[in-house]
């Protein structure tokens, strides 16, 4: 999983880094946690159950946004 900025319109803005303190030019607006590989993704949901941020929202793959 990795940790994405994303705009107000809801657009993925790219990764946001530990180091990195770069608002995207203010565009940032949020932060979302994501799939790195998703066909890796087995659907255990152990990724939510050892989040500090309970930041997890899982949705079937045919539901998201292309």
Known sequence: MALYGVDDTGEILGIVTDDDE???DGELN???M???HPGSCIGCN???RVCPK???T???AGELAA
């Open 30 to 32: 949020r932060k979302i």
């Open 58 to 60: 899982h949705v079937p």
């Open 54 to 56: 309970n930041c997890q």
């Open 34 to 36: 994501k799939v790195e």
């Open 46 to 48: 152990a990724c939510s």
């Open 22 to 24: 770069d608002d995207f």
